[in-house]
């Protein structure tokens, strides 16, 4: 069977791409592995995440980033194109992969329940923990999930966040920190958003994309991310024309506000270049949205995988506003992986302009 897959680790401002290079190319391996056995892009794109939660150096799954109050909470979601189905999981500290929770809520959309009863499309916190347990998701002790990296990020923001709260509401250091917006550590927080996120094809043209997340560091405890929002953190739909996948990272709440996922795609029906369309949407549609603050530096990824039926070719695009964006594909007809570290132009201002480019791919059985 054919296929195709690419991933990314996120688009930031500050990235050590030798990080990522061994994961992404692990992911879009096992991924492909997937395809050429018969697997749908769903189970691709699903497998290709778990890989991708579990290598430590990522934010999502084991190593995501931490609460204000130094818990973890993960967000993921997956959507399959040939059905548009949806399935996305918030505020999970308890589930090994977070990924695979958001499959199973994804593919329980088509399965009737009793009494007519419409099937949940987001499940958050202890209740989706609970339905994590009951459809065979592996739970583990949230300890499991914070790694060495992600408490020396934390311990490290928290001081620096408590000394200038301290200093502004002239508090002492023992007295408890009041929870403000600190401008000068956001700038600091953007240098490193690194969801990760997947898109698919299978060989049947069926498309798939899926994202997962442990949120911004430092966040509100309970707060939803893009990486569980429909049409902000992924989208996939086909038509006999044109199947379309995507997954973004960066600015969640400028991300959810925009529902820069969902304009994605439908960008992509109306224009013959996919170069020229995402810049476009990229353009109209997030950095001079009138949705988002003007006077901010508007910071986001997107990796998007166009496919063609009727010439059984696509492509493979990425874009971003930061400064790097690591990607990485693979086609099941090719060996090995291709692994890219996207830099953003030297002209080019992070934050308020965009760079956008990507490869052809053809399926061959």
Request: with cysteine; proline share 4%; net charge negative.
């Amino acid at each position: 069977m054919a296929g195709f897959v690419a991933v990314h680790t996120g688009a930031g401002n500050s990235i050590d791409e030798t990080k990522y290079q061994r994961v992404i190319k692990e992911a879009c391996l096992r991924a492909t592995d997937i395809l050429r056995n018969g697997g749908s892009a769903v189970d691709a794109c699903e497998a290709a995440i778990v890989r991708l939660e579990n290598c430590g150096y990522t934010n999502a799954g084991y190593g995501s980033n931490l609460c204000m109050d130094g818990s973890v909470q993960c967000d993921a979601a997956i959507m399959d194109g040939s059905t548009l189905n949806f399935g996305a999981c918030t505020n999970v500290s308890r589930v090994k992969n977070p990924i695979q929770l958001a499959r199973r809520i994804c593919d329980a959309q088509s399965s009737p329940q009793l009494l007519e009863r419409i099937p949940p499309m987001i499940l958050a916190g202890t209740g989706a923990e609970r339905y994590a347990d009951e459809v065979g998701c592996s739970l583990v002790d949230p300890a499991v999930l914070i790694s060495s990296k992600a408490t020396f990020q934390f311990n490290h923001y928290k001081s620096k966040y408590d000394l200038v709260v301290n200093s502004r509401m002239g508090k002492s250091a023992a007295e408890e920190p009041v929870v403000v917006p600190e401008p000068g550590n956001e700038v600091e927080l953007a240098a490193a958003l690194d969801t990760v996120g997947a898109v698919c094809v299978d060989g049947a043209g069926n498309t798939a994309a899926g994202c997962s997340s442990g949120g911004i560091l430092l966040k509100v405890p309970g707060r939803v991310g893009q990486a569980a929002t429909y049409g902000a953190g992924c989208w996939a739909t086909d038509t006999d024309e044109l199947a379309i996948a995507t997954c973004t990272t960066g600015n969640g709440e400028y991300l959810m506000k925009t529902l820069l996922a969902r304009e994605i795609c439908h960008g992509a029906f109306s224009s013959d270049c996919a170069v020229t369309s995402l810049h476009r949407t990229f353009k109209q549609k997030f950095l001079d949205s009138p949705l988002l603050p003007r006077q901010q530096d508007l910071y986001a990824g997107a990796l998007t995988l166009l496919y063609y039926p009727g010439q059984s070719s696509g492509e493979v695009m990425w874009s971003h506003t930061t400064q790097s964006f690591c990607v990485g594909y693979m086609a099941t007809n090719q060996r090995v992986p291709k692994f890219v570290h996207s830099p953003l132009p030297t002209y080019s201002v992070p934050g308020r302009s965009c760079v956008v480019n990507g490869h052809n791919f053809h399926l061959r059985i």
